[in-house]
């Protein structure tokens, strides 16, 4: 066990709708950075959190937002979804950016 | 581009029987490279983290190699186990100038080993 959980661990949303997951980061770590991993594939950069402002992004459109609490754990929220939205969605927590990324199980998110 | 390229893409083995994962990368500037295995449907859980100073590290029946000059690292599998099938991605981290550490993973290589 990596000490991140995620929440919750399977979600079924239908197109159009917003959806909203949730990570725990591990005690003592100040950043928390999530992915998308379509099947079959390597996961991608969403973006990253560090004390609770974002701070790298990757190409992903604005309707991916999201938020880092003064607890550390961290919000990915995601509006008008789409079929290609569905994938499994990692976070991983480290202190600062430059130690071990700890990685969550993940959320299964399917959209119909 | 910053890119990182796995093969072979799939691979099946004979239990007890050896493999070699390869990873190519055209990260730069490069920090480390680490390599994690991925259950189906699990977050990734890492192996090995090397740094540009380091060509070889073991961690059980796994042993990573890097090669900073070429770019090129590997991932040897001892006596496989059953359990050892999963997908096995190969992650480098770099530092560009005034920005964050960022991760470039891999597509993974998806390894089954059959009894």
């Known amino acids: 066990e990596t000490g991140v959980t995620q929440s919750p661990t399977h979600l079924i949303k239908t197109r159009g709708q917003q959806v909203t997951l949730r990570c725990s980061s591990q005690?003592?770590?100040?950043?928390v950075s999530w992915y998308q991993q379509a099947l079959g594939q390597g996961p991608q950069f969403i973006f990253q959190y560090y004390r609770e402002e974002e701070n790298g992004r990757g190409n992903f459109p604005p309707r991916f937002s999201g938020l880092q609490f003064p607890n550390y754990s961290s919000e990915l929220n995601v509006n008008a979804l789409e079929l290609d939205d569905s994938a499994l969605y990692l976070c991983?927590?480290?202190?600062?950016?430059?130690?071990?990324?700890?990685f969550g199980q993940g959320t299964r998110l399917t959209v119909v | 581009k910053n890119q990182v390229e796995q093969s072979p893409q799939s691979l099946i083995i004979l239990e007890g029987k050896n493999c070699t994962l390869q990873c190519n990368y055209t990260v730069s500037p490069f920090s480390n490279l680490r390599w994690y295995k991925q259950d189906t449907g699990r977050g990734p859980v890492s192996l090995t983290i090397?740094?540009?100073?380091?060509n070889t590290k073991s961690n059980g029946r796994y042993t990573a190699t890097l090669d900073a000059d070429t770019k090129q690292s590997s991932l040897h599998i001892t006596a496989s186990q059953l359990s050892d099938s999963a997908s096995y991605i190969c992650v480098v981290t770099y530092l560009p100038s005034g920005g964050y550490n960022k991760l470039i993973f891999g597509a993974g290589t998806r390894l089954a080993v059959h009894p």
């Open positions: 090397m740094t540009f100073s380091e």
């Open positions: 005690s003592g770590h100040n950043t």
């Open positions: 991983a927590s480290s202190f600062m950016t430059v130690t071990e990324a700890f």
